[in-house]
Nanobody, 127 residues
Framework: QVQLVESGGGLVQAGGSLRLSCAASGRTSSTFAMGWFRQAPGKEREFVASESRWSGGNTDYADSVKGRFTISRDNAKDTVYLQMNSLKPEDTAVYYC???????????????????WGQGTQVTVSS
């Protein structure tokens, strides 16, 4: 099992930057991928960014954050980061770190199944 703890959230002005951290513990070597998701009040949780651990470290981003957010990791610290630049009020949400311990098989292909989740960290961007 993997335990995840997010940190680094806070209040920033539009156009500012923030870096989120996700400290992992447990059987971290068994993860297929690590991802960041976010959920605003009254909205569904949505995908933000991910990093594959089984496909050459490929990264993916939601269209809404491409060019502004960057996901990275520090293997020595078992920590995943989300660097957020040029923040917009629309980015305001609770951000969650997640670990995929298995793959979901569908007709279109195979996708990471995010089984373990952190408690979330609040990010608020003022206009």
């Amino acid at each position: 099992q993997v335990q995840l703890v997010e940190s680094g959230g806070g209040l920033v002005q539009a156009g500012g930057s923030l870096r989120l951290s996700c400290a992992a513990s447990g059987r971290t070597s068994s993860t297929f991928a690590m991802g960041w998701f976010r959920q605003a009040p009254g909205k569904e949780r949505e995908f933000v960014a991910s990093e594959s651990r089984w496909s050459g470290g490929n990264t993916d981003y939601a269209d809404s954050v491409k060019g502004r957010f960057t996901i990275s990791r520090d293997n020595a610290k078992d920590t995943v980061y989300l660097q957020m630049n040029s923040l917009k009020p629309e980015d305001t949400a609770v951000y969650y770190c997640a670990a995929a311990l298995s793959l979901r098989v569908e007709r279109s292909g195979r996708y990471p199944q995010y089984d373990c989740w952190g408690q979330g960290t609040q990010v608020t961007v003022s206009s």
